[in-house]
């Protein structure tokens, strides 16, 4: 607080960090720090230690509360000081920390899909206290020693532009508290946006070596926690050996594509959906026919070029990497490409940009492989038992004969689509689908650093899908967060009927 000088320069985070860091690892030191602040900050007629004071507090009561019996003298400590610019909000965070504890069922999984999933702390039975992360700490102790108790964010969209801004400035930022949950940011964002849902968005956080979609369920800043660890376990040290920070973004995007149906949120198509399906076509992950490839063509040399000047149809074959599939280019010649659009695109001549967007968004819903999610991986091995299929319940279980295996001939590279259809293996060149395997015929899968693996039909006599891929967690977390948005929507369900009944 000021109070008495230190022997050695140390920043603002190493101090704080001295003050709170044992205090979170150990619930019994933090009343003291409580008694300690207070008690110096009654009677002190030092405006300057006073107002360090302060700021301790507030950095105190958003970090973690105190004990029962010393809550209600907190309490009272901070009632009694209307006139301090502080004591309101610290009474806020006092109650978001103490609200923070609580005590929750664990998950519940469905008996029709058996999968391992981690549950994050909140979910599982006990007693939860939140810790507070490293990047949280650093942002408040910025926040409050600019004496501001707002902490602001910068969150972008896939079509290059970031939300939103804080009062009395133009950078493109969001407003989050430190109880604000992932879930709790998703619902403020697409309210803000005007969308007309939240459901099948997420939060993901972007570094040069990944992107990371952060659990709903867990706090923001917690999140990002897991940035500073990554960097810490990879050993991103410098040239002194001293850890270096870890560039990121934070987007916000749509994960799981179900009730999405182009032209019912305009705002959503626009922002996210035309954005984000834009590279997956271009990059030729779909099957489509050439009548298809010079509608579509049409529609983004529009969106490109905007509603002016028929006479720029002329810059048609310099522009074709950004108009048609990567792979189909050379189907045609460059004039034959140039004759074909500029036909297509004479033909919506009345046609404005929003609206090119989305009817680039309904020709390519057309498509089985609308919303997927690709991985091209190395296959492995997929070995099917020809007998297994998912059990039912009070069916007959007999074991299976080895022998009544086989091994698909798929190709050493093969292409792995995610979406709310399933999994679906298909080949990379003929974009044929080879295999295709419902959510509910997956009994478990799981990944590593270089692979993926799933179990389909049953655990004991399925047959096995084995690919290696740097990707596999990104696989992982998209199965998952399709197959708990299934257990969610038939719980649900039962509860509806339950309720009708």
């Given amino acids: 607080m000021g109070d008495y000088p230190t022997k050695q320069s140390q920043s603002s985070l190493e101090l704080t960090d001295q003050v709170f860091g044992p205090a979170t690892q150990n619930e019994a030191l933090r009343d003291e720090i409580y008694c300690q602040v207070m008690k110096q900050m009654t009677s002190n007629n030092n405006r300057f ?67 391992t999933i981690t549950a994050p702390p909140e979910v599982n039975s006990g007693t939860v206290v939140p810790q507070p992360p490293q990047h949280q700490q650093a942002v408040e102790v910025d926040t409050i020693q600019q004496n501001s108790t707002q902490i602001y964010h910068k969150i972008h969209f896939p079509n290059d532009t970031a939300e939103a801004s804080p009062p009395a400035t133009d950078q493109p ?48 800043f917690d999140s990002l926690k897991q940035i500073t660890d990554w960097s810490k376990k990879a050993k991103h040290v410098n040239d002194a050996g001293d850890p270096v920070a870890v560039s990121y973004m934070v987007f916000f995007m749509r994960k799981l594509w179900y009730n999405v149906i182009p032209g019912r949120d305009l705002e959503a198509d626009l ?48 522009m074709l990497k950004e108009l048609l ?30 609206e090119a ?25 997929h070995c099917q038992n020809k007998s297994a299929a998912p059990l039912e319940s009070g069916s007959n279980y007999t074991k299976p004969n080895r022998k009544q295996t086989s091994e698909r001939n798929f190709p050493d590279i093969v292409r792995i689509s995610v979406s709310k259809m399933g999994v679906s293996i298909i080949h990379p060149k003929t974009k044929e689908v080879l295999a295709t395997h419902p959510f509910n015929s997956i009994a478990n899968w799981c990944s590593g650093s270089t692979y993926f693996h799933m179990t389909l039909g049953s655990l004991v006599g399925g047959s096995k899908f084995l690919c290696e891929t740097s990707l596999g967690y990104k696989m992982d977390d998209l199965i998952t967060s399709y197959v708990n948005m299934y257990l969610k929507e038939q719980r649900a369900g039962q509860r509806n009927q339950r309720f009708n009944m």
């Avoid at 490409?337 to 500029?342: C, L, P, T, V």
């Fill in 271 to 318: 922002i996210f959906h035309y954005p984000q399906e834009l590279p997956k076509y271009l990059h030729g992950y779909h099957e489509v026919s050439k009548e298809e490839m010079v509608h579509i063509g049409a529609l983004l040399f529009r969106i490109k070029t905007g509603e002016g000047d028929p006479k720029q149809l002329a810059g048609i074959p310099k």
């Fill in 357 to 381: 967007m989305v009817e680039f968004l309904k020709a390519v819903y057309r498509w089985q492989t609308f919303g997927c999610a690709f991985f091209n991986v190395k296959f492995k091995i």
């Fill in 49 to 115: 230690s006073l107002e360090q004071g302060w700021q301790l507090l507030w950095l105190c009561c958003g970090l973690f509360p105190p004990s029962p019996p010393l809550f209600k003298h907190t309490q009272r400590f901070l009632d009694s000081r209307p006139r301090e610019p502080l004591a309101a909000d610290c009474l806020k965070r006092l109650q978001s920390s103490r609200s923070a504890i609580t005590t929750a069922p664990p998950e519940v999984t469905s008996g029709y899909c058996i999968a």
């Fill in 325 to 354: 599939p990567a792979d189909q280019i050379k189907a045609s010649s460059e004039n034959e490409w140039k004759k074909s659009i500029s036909a297509a695109y004479n033909k919506q001549a009345k046609m404005t940009i929003k």
């Fill in 173 to 220: 930022v969001i407003e989050v508290a430190t109880s604000t949950r992932v879930r709790d940011l998703v619902h403020s964002l697409a309210g803000r946006l005007s969308l007309n849902s939240a459901d099948g968005f997420s939060v993901f956080v972007k570094t040069p070596d990944t992107v990371l979609s952060l659990n709903e369920a867990d706090y923001f």
